[in-house]
């Protein structure tokens, strides 16, 4: 048994690899395609089992929302090991590009990183972002030398202006935050990424496995998310069904989906066939 198992990874270990490289935002090279962040645990324990199940490399912390005090053990960022995880600071909970600004600075000078995923909320009820405020941010923090994963809607222009402003990641929403509805426009997904040369990662919304395999079957380069693992029963159980639904999706896309017809196709040629 332990022999079929070992096969059966390195059979689907080289389908991958036969169709697909890494995943590249930036000046940095990651293995997985499926970025979590650290929100909504029910204890540090918990959240870093999950994190691992997940297979998760890039893993954001709230700036405003965490205590940047590494010793702490209370503290998020105590119980993960920058050699083990990539750790991406964000400006959630920010409303303003003013207030964007100011955490990712903060971020930057508590030690963590010149990254960031940048938040700026524009609506206090649907959490949608505030594109203008997006915008003037991610000038402002490109031009300090951050290297900005910009969060946003799925509107194609919004998406080419950041990408203009030299964010190194765009990543419109699936749905919005928290909501676990899935991909509502996969359409305009589709646009976004077939226009832009800088990586998407699709941001918000995702509930379930079907929903991280649906959205990389659009071709996007990567999912993030966090309350649809961490809310679960079971988030280390979640986690690890994520990650074959990112692995899933993405090799789904590499082979070519065969055409959608509206009448039947027999899967077996009717000349031939014994009397």
């Not at 400006?91 to 903060?106: E, H, K, M, P, V």
């Amino acid at each position: 048994m332990d022999r079929l198992k070992m096969r059966e990874r390195q059979a689907d270990s080289s389908a991958e690899s036969s169709r697909d490289g890494p995943l590249v935002i930036g000046d940095r090279r990651f293995t997985s395609r499926l970025i979590v962040g650290t929100g909504k645990y029910r204890d540090n324990e918990s959240m870093v089992q999950a994190i691992r199940a997940s297979g998760a490399e890039m893993v954001t912390v709230a700036v405003r929302r965490v205590d940047l005090d590494q010793s702490n053990e209370e503290s998020i960022l105590h119980h993960l090991d920058p050699g083990e995880f990539f750790l991406l600071p964000n400006t959630a909970g920010c409303y303003s590009a003013q207030d964007a600004i100011r955490y990712a600075r903060l971020g930057r000078a508590a030690g963590l990183n010149e990254w960031v995923k940048l938040e700026v909320i524009g609506d206090e009820k649907t959490l949608l972002p505030d594109v203008q405020g997006t915008l003037e941010a991610a000038r402002i923090l490109v031009g300090e030398g951050f290297k900005v994963m910009a969060y946003t809607n799925d509107d194609l222009i919004t998406a080419l202006r950041l990408e203009d402003v030299g964010c190194v990641s765009i990543m419109p929403l699936a749905s919005p935050i928290g909501s676990g509805l899935g991909l509502i426009n996969p359409y305009y997904i589709r646009e976004i990424k077939s226009r832009l040369s800088t990586p998407v990662i699709v941001d918000a919304g995702v509930g379930t496995a079907s929903d991280a395999c649906v959205t990389m079957e659009q071709g996007v380069d990567g999912v993030l998310m966090n309350t649809a693992i961490a809310a679960a029963e079971d988030p280390v159980a979640m986690a690890t069904a994520m990650k074959l639904a990112v692995r899933a999706g993405r090799l789904a896309y590499l082979s070519g989906r065969m055409p959608s017809k509206e009448v039947a196709v027999p899967s077996s040629p009717r000349h031939g066939m014994l009397d």
